[in-house]
Each structure stands twice: as C-alpha cells, then as structure tokens.
C-alpha cells in the first residue's frame, strides 16, 4: 500500500471538518510519515538527510510542519477552534539502533514506549501544564470522554484505563499508575521468548525467558 503523505491526508481531514459545520465531531487523523522506510525531505535542511536516525528526525520535522499548518488553519474558524479539543499522541517509538533494535515491535525498551501525549484546549486546564506520572495510551478514551462531558455508561463497561483528568487538574497529583508491556513479536516470528514488562514512575522491569533487566 503507497504510503500517503502528511499534508494530503490533513488536506482531506481540513476539508472533511469543514462540512461538519456547527455539528460536534470527532475526526481520527493517523498519519504514517515517520515509519520505515525514511523517506528524505531536502528542502529540510543537511540536517535531516544522513543515518536513519537523522532521517527519522526528518520525517517528525516534516510531519510536525504540516501539522502546523493543519492547526493555522483550523485557528481561522476562531469559534470553533476555540470549542475544539485536540489530541496529539503515537502508538509507538523507533529503536534507531539503541539496545540493538533499528525499529520496533521486538523490544520493550523506553525507546519504543514512551510516547508523547499533547492535549490542547481541555476545559478548566491551564495552558502548558506537565503532568507527572504514568498514563498509558488505553487511559485516554475515558480521558476524553470525561472532557466533553459525554454520557459514558455502558462505554466505562468496556474500558481498561481511567481518566487522567484528575491529574491533568492537579499536575503533581501521583495517580498511582503503571503500564503492562509485552511483545510477542519476535516469539512469533523467531523462536524468541515472550518479553513481559512493568513501566513505573521510578523504573522498568523486563523480564523474558529467566533473563529479568532493572531500569
């Protein structure tokens, strides 16, 4: 499958809101630039041409400008900007060679773990506000659901996570969380033992096979 570039993907999201009009919505934006292969964006600068890393860099640099621009526009609509909750968020990072892995799925490590979660425009939230703590991907659709004031019943049925607005109202409030991490890619794929972890505030604990690693 051709990979579709950033910009035109968010050239159709920009064109699909606009016919939502006045209606409440929510539009689910994936876009796929800075994944394997790294393709090289020249009118970046020197700086993003070189090792994969480099390139990696390249893509987010890439990826972030047409986000910029994608928000530019959104902010014409001062109304509905203004009445707009924007989520920004990964399902995963990339080795780029550190504990030996160039991409990821094998390994449990941080580097393909830890993930942003920016969140803009959260009622009561002050601007700038960093959370301390753990949250976890599964934590945010509660999280959302709370921010807009959304009926969610029978949906808190289905959840694993909890909403991080408690947090997010108090920055230094400890939630108490932790995140469960596996892989079973490379048991799959090559005869490896499954990788099995915990993420704390305070470290990480990997265990696969009887090797167990402290971080």
Known sequence: VQERKAPETLKLAQDWIEKQGNDRYFCFIHLFDPHA???QHPELGDGFQGSNS???????AFTDRAI???ILELQKDKERWENTLLVITADHGEGLGQHNELTHGYYCYDTTTHVPLIVHGAPGVESGVRVSGIARNYDLAPTLIELMGLEGKDFSKQVHGVSLVPAM???GKDM???AYVE???AWLNADWAKIRGLRTKDGLTLFSGKDVEYF
């Open 183 to 185: 892989s079973h890619y």
């Open 176 to 178: 108490g969380l932790s």
């Open 68 to 70: 910029g621009k994608f």
């Open 54 to 60: 480099e390139r990696y860099d390249g893509e987010i």
């Open 37 to 39: 292969p790294y393709y």
């Open 169 to 171: 109202h108090e920055p």
